[in-house]
């Protein structure tokens, strides 16, 4: 049998495939970022799917590590515990496995999403979000530590399968991780020896680990790429997989890049820039003559740092983790073929494979895989799906659909 559809074991979490539903921001939450009917809907509906596992989209730890997009989950607030319980009694009754992803934005967010300053793992300011930002002070670290570890025992409280540490895509983790953000000096700041910043991750895994118990899953997300700017490569890649591999995690998902340059991260057949024009908080504009700047003068000067889709295309890193560590890896970004999937397995490049996109057009995927090896995904990597996170609307496939 293709060992895609064979179990895997993460931990104590055994699933039964090794296709699982990457992290997927929903904008399904109410202002206060409680789960609307339609949040646990989506997470019903998706959990009878027959994927190995859901990982929920990115959901804040505390108020100031809010993102900018509008709808997002909070697991800030033990109030929340009874209505995330809902969502996980109706996955577990389908026979899915749901893991929540926790994160803070850190300096990637606006100052109407956190009330002001952001707060950050330096000072320095992300030139994409703009948003000034206040470097935390060691003592604030250590309690925001302390916060993601109360988010995981609310999430443990809740029923959920465990969870994943967002330490990918330059959210707050990924900042102390990161050489050209982290210039602090003191215990939270670069080890000389292997110029990655992983004291702060350590605390959180620490902390969560003493919470919730060394049986209570634990994944990591966390992001490649061979711009040290968005992540990390070669030797400082291999060091924060064996200090992942040293600090016994149960599964390490490899994504790449940052929000600086979110098309990068999930990458596109084209960009797509009427949307872009019209949504994005920071490029959309309402005159004639500013689109056609931004046309013929801005897009042909950003278009260089922009990567298009290809297949698989982060996983050379996994490939890279995997010889590191026996911990199970997941490879994410621009699986859509059946083939591509079973031979990355088949051939150990990865443990299991994540997707995003192709979930959002076709939630019925794994099925269809199972009937036919040979199935393609429908997703179109058009993006709007991902562009429209910004829009106030929830997240959905815009396949053949003007915006
Ligand atoms: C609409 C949308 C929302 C996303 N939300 C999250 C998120 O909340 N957390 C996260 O780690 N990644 C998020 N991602 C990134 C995906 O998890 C994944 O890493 C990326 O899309 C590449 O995988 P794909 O080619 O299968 O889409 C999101 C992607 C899209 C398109």
Redesign the pocket.
């Known amino acids: 049998m293709d060992k895609l559809f064979q179990p895997v074991a993460t931990g104590r979490l055994t699933l039964a495939n090794r296709i699982v539903r990457?992290?997927?921001?929903e904008g399904l939450c109410d202002d206060d970022g409680r789960p609307t009917k339609a949040y646990l809907d989506l997470y019903a509906a998706l959990a009878g799917q027959h994927i190995g596992a859901l990982l929920t989209?990115?959901a804040y730890v505390t108020p100031c590590g809010r993102a900018m997009q509008p709808g997002q989950a909070g697991i800030e607030d033990d109030a929340k515990i009874p209505l995330y319980k809902t969502m996980t009694g109706l996955v577990h009754a389908r026979g899915g496995k749901v893991l929540m992803?926790i994160?803070h934005s850190g300096r990637q967010t606006s100052a109407r999403a956190v009330g002001g300053w952001a707060r950050g793992a330096s000072s320095q300011s992300s030139a994409y979000f703009g948003v000034k930002v206040k470097a935390l002070t060691t003592s604030e670290a250590w309690a925001l530590a302390e916060g993601f570890a109360t988010a995981a025992l609310r999430c443990q409280k809740a029923g959920f399968d465990g969870v994943q540490i967002?330490a990918?895509?330059g959210y707050l983790v990924h900042q102390f991780l990161l050489p050209s953000i982290n210039d602090r000096r003191d215990i939270f700041g670069i080890d000389r020896k292997t110029g990655i910043g992983p004291q702060f991750l350590k605390v959180i895994i620490e902390r969560v680990r003493e919470r919730c118990g060394h049986d209570f899953p634990l994944w990591v997300?966390i992001s490649g790429d061979d711009q040290p700017q968005h992540g990390l490569e070669g030797a400082p890649l291999i060091h924060l997989v064996r200090f992942l591999d040293q600090m016994k995690v149960d599964a390490i998902e490899i994504?790449c890049g940052t929000m600086e340059r979110a098309l990068n991260?999930?990458?596109g057949q084209t960009v797509p820039l009427d949307a872009i024009w019209r949504y994005n908080p920071k490029y959309k504009t309402a005159s004639i003559l500013g689109r056609l700047w931004r046309r013929y003068v801005l897009y042909p000067f950003m278009r260089p740092g922009i990567r298009l889709f290809s297949p698989m295309y982060n996983l050379a890193y996994a490939r890279q983790a995997k010889q590191h560590t026996a911990i199970p890896i997941i490879s994410?970004?621009?699986?859509r073929t059946g083939q591509e999937m079973s031979t990355a397995v088949e051939r150990g490049a990865t443990d299991m494979v994540?997707?995003?996109?192709?979930f959002?057009s076709e939630p019925d995927l794994v099925d269809q895989l199972i009937a036919d090896h040979g199935w393609k995904a429908k997703c179109l990597n058009c993006?709007r799906?991902?562009v429209m996170?910004d829009s106030h609307q929830p997240?959905r496939c815009y396949r053949a659909v003007d915006v």
């Not at 990457?22 to 921001?25: G, N």
């Not at 994410?332 to 699986?335: A, K, S, T, Y």
């Open positions: 990457s992290a997927t921001f989209g990115f992803q994160a967002h990918a895509h997300k994504s991260i999930f990458r994410v970004g621009g699986f994540g997707l995003s996109r192709p959002i993006n799906c991902a996170t997240t």
